[in-house]
């Protein structure tokens, strides 16, 4: 029997790896179709690299838009699919 292979993660490495403009590009890319997805009203921003991570983003930019994530929680469905854990 073969033993299972180990993974030891680095963690500069992987630090390096959140704040790369790589991840940044992609983090843009899926804010930029999340605000499409919402719908009129909704934009994205250009994304940032804080202390730990890169990340982007999506913000109601007009009163009708911030009206419509007030009462229906759009962006909240809008990422609710992405989000979910899956059991079993």
Excluded: H, W
Excluded at 19 to 37: G, N, P, T
Excluded at 46 to 73: C, E, L, M
């Amino acid at each position: 029997m073969n033993r299972p292979m180990r993974i030891k993660l680095r963690k500069r490495g992987v630090r390096e790896l959140l704040k790369s403009q790589e991840i940044l590009d992609e983090c843009v890319r899926v804010a930029q179709e999340k605000a499409a997805a919402a719908g009129p009203g909704y934009e994205a921003d250009d994304g940032y690299v804080g202390k730990t991570r890169a990340s982007a983003i999506v913000y109601p930019s007009s009163s009708a838009a911030r009206s419509d994530n007030y009462r229906n929680n759009t962006l909240l469905k809008t990422f609710g699919s992405a989000l979910k854990v899956r059991k079993g």
